[in-house]
């Protein structure tokens, strides 16, 4: 089967959860928050790296840092937030899918139709997660963007 | 060029009759190397087969009381006894041992206590036979053939390819002719045997219960390969069907205690069939539900004009209904926004099934006008007419004759193909040439259309809906032989207005539309020459069962000016046409 | 409102629209019909049942795999309707599109009763005993009318076209739930692959859009945990129901008489 000939398939489609449920919304963030992490990991293992480079190289990597001004932190802030995101839902998803909690059990079905894994335990399950994660998100940006003078 | 393909069974329809022989025959060769096709002009799984609710009916519990005695006494005066009785009870056997295998291959049957197949009443029968899977049993007996069909290797799936027709030489079956949809490419399907199981004709009548698929394909082209077809003027009118649509509410509504009630909340049953009340046989229900509309205690839908009556399921309660007719509530909520535990249904006799098809002997061989065996071609299930339903089918007895009647058909074919050699088969060079001319330079290259399909189809399923319905008269059907006539003359000048090839369903309805209109004629003329009422034929100008004259099937054969009909004697073998009171 | 328009995305990505008049309780099916056999004969697109059941007329609408003839025009709440093709299947034509990509992937998983005793399977003379409440195990999930909307709304389809789909899995785990079944061993092993259970991120589309609450997110997740269950705690298949006991035919139960019949006279 290839997949160019497949109709609206492909990145977009897959990301795109307009007019779908919460946990479809949850996913995108997941893949989004998933691509920024892997990015900043290597980027973090390529500044790291510049310390074998001795004192000099290392004090290039800084200024060329804070060069950034204000998206040093802006941008840290942005990677903790994703971080935060990513492992609060990680840890839903893992409930999910190797306890199966917030599931629900096998129902027999009864119009009008409502998935129980869709339903209020898992709506409970992704509210509470991403208020746990907004919190220590605030507490961060308190933190990092302390010293700008933008709050 | 025709492509031709070979396979050494062809079977066309892919519902339950047609998927339970394709498992037969299978089962039956294992990897000796033969092949067989299924064709069907939608894909597998969306046969009509699906739609059915209530029931299946066998003797699963001699020791509780039931007997195949009763089971075969209950479908013969069920079919105002018109059924071949020597069939019936070689159905009435099969049944018990069909639910049995279903359920080792998976059919989520619903269960008593103590963990064995649980049943429940049904119309017509005296004792509670009805073997059920919440009330979509039609659909968990397909599902579990369609995934039974997947075990096995040596068969091809031919989805939406439409048969347009049955090619038969010299009194032998020869193959298909069908049009590969996908492709809009005609193909000649070449096979020594073949299954023709394509269902029923409900689609005639603008007020059905039935899919838009079911337009009578096979009993239509048996007609036009010169195959006579049975007792086409009894149809059964289910009385259950929703307005405005027709859509199917079942017999297992009535079966866990629904009333069927008229505009003064009476239970008008209790006039009509006072033991029964509302479980007598179908179209008993349905005659009385229109003898109380005619008689002006009926309801008015104002939206489409249809008149009415009420079926009552709150005293039911929300949780036998949650349990036990989900679907029911399902269909009651969506298309009308009905909660059956609140409000009652609106219903009216609604077109279900076609007791009659094409003719075939006990083992579901296919007949000649001769009474011969057309060498090579069976057929089972709706389209065929055995008969074992005679006038009028009891509810949960279609299920099971496709099962039933899939098995033997599936063990003749096999055991045919064991026994006969293989005959050098003559050029169908001609049969393939008439057909592609036929369809694509005749419908497609016609230069004016004088005929607008739809408008045709509409008109006739208007005509059907008014003079062929549950009552039928003289004036009614005399009217109604004149414009299905009248509308096949107007037909000829249709054309297909759709030009692609790919897909093409304009030129699929143009066909069926064809086909349509040939057995419209032959159900208004065969209701017309039966000066009796049997069953599902009721007359009000001839009201009574007449077995003096008229103890006997109706066949049609095709001429140039339209059916012939003769008439053939039924199989009484155990029990005498006695009155039929409920 | 008195009217409706179809704007509907037709073969080479080209929109038409339809202008429809609106009838009390009309369908988007109804619609389509109207517009077919009144004004462009050439619209192609599947229907059949019209009643929900056997899942031929799923198509996009308003962004949403929906079942064109159980979708109350009244409840999309627009004038404009836009319909278009099932996502993640290949366009044939119009709204049609190749569904058989997806019957092959139900039948990779071996959806059928597969016992070690296939002689008693095919040939004995009774029923095997389940209870209810071993049936409404897996009953939900023998609920799928195989519609493929799940399978276009799936995110995971729409990047591999190798993964099992939210369909088959559900049906792999009807098959596993089943007391009846003896081929757990076997379909873990279809499952445990490289585009097969593992791909699921638990998106939950599939269960939002299926149109008989086969809820099949729910299945692909029982059935990842079936898989674990055998690959780290070692869990082994066990052995499926058992026939019942021979029924005493014949023999009337305790306290139960066959009622009494009267023929009406017709027995000879």
Known sequence: MKRGQRFKSGLVSSLNPSGYNLERWSYTVHRITGVILVGYLMAHIFETFQLTGGALAWANTMSTLHSLGPMEMVGLWLVAGSALYHGGNGIRLILNEVFGLFMGKPILPVYPYSPTSLGKSQKFAVWIITAFVLALWVWAGLYLLAGLGVI | MVETIDHDVLIVGSGLAGMRAAVEVLSRWGDSGKTVGV?????????????????????????????????????????????????????????????????????????REDGRIAQRPFGGHSFNRATFAQDKVGFFEMRSLYDKLQEFRNWTRYDETFVTSIVVQDGVFRGFIGIRLRTGALAYFRARAGIIATGGAGQ??????TSVSTTGDGIGLAYRAGLPIEDMEFMQFHPTGLIPTGILITEGARGEGGYLVNSKGERFMQKYAPSKMELAPRDVVSRSMMKEINEGRGFRDEDSGLSYLQLDLRHLGKEKIDAKLPFIKELSMKFIGVDPAEEPIRIKPTAHYTMGGIRVDGKGRVLDGDGRFVKGLWSAGESACVSIHGANRLGANSTAECLVYGRIVGEDVAAYLESEPRVPSPSENSAISTEEDRIFTNLFRREESSADVYSVKARLRDVMDKSVYVFRDEAGLTDAVRQVRALKDEFRGAKVTDGGRVFNYNLQDVLEVGIMLELAEVVAQGALNRRESRGGHARTDYPNRDDAGWLKHTLALRTADGPSFSYSPVMITMWKPVERKY | MDKIVLRITRSGGKRVSYEVKYRKGMTVLDALTEVREKQDSSLGYRHSCRMGICGSCGMT?????????????????????????????????????????????????????????????????????????????????????????????????????????????????????????????????????????????????????????????????????EVLKKRVLRKRGREGARLVSPPMVGAAKEGVKPPPFDFGGAKE
């Open chain 3, 61 to 225: 609408i308003e962004g949403l795999p929906m079942l064109a003839c159980q979708t109350q025009v009244s409840s999309l709440n627009k004038e404009v309707i836009s319909i278009e093709p099932l996502h993640n299947l290949a366009l044939v034509r119009d709204l049609v599109v190749d569904i058989l990509p997806f019957f092959d992937l139900h039948r990779s998983v071996r959806p059928y009763l597969i016992r070690n005793d296939v002689g008693e399977r095919d040939h004995s003379d009774r029923e095997y005993r389940v209870l209810a409440e071993e049936v409404s195990k897996f009953l939900q999930f023998d609920y799928c009318i195989m519609c493929a909307l799940c399978y276009a709304a799936c995110p995971t389809v729409a990047l591999d076209p190798f993964y099992t789909g939210p369909q088959a899995v559900a049906q792999a785990y009807r098959y596993m739930a089943d007391p009846r079944d003896e081929g757990w061993e076997k379909r873990i092993d279809l499952l445990d692959t490289s585009h097969g259970v593992w791909r699921c991120h638990m998106a939950g589309a599939c269960s939002f859009v299926c149109p008989k609450d086969v809820d099949p997110a729910k299945a692909v997740q029982l059935a990842r945990m």
């Open chain 2, 39 to 111: 064709l069907s002009k939608l894909a597998l799984m969306r046969s009509h087969s699906v739609a059915a609710e209530g029931g299946t009916a066998a003797v699963l519990y001699p020791e509780d009381g039931d007997s195949l005695e009763l089971h075969a006494w209950d479908t013969i005066k069920g079919s105002d006894f018109l059924a071949d009785q020597d069939s019936v009870w070689k159905f009435v056997s099969l049944c018990p041992i069909e639910i049995r295998q279903m359920e080792r291959w998976g059919t989520p049957w619903s269960r």
């Open chain 2, 204 to 209: 005639l009548w603008k007020f059905t219960a």
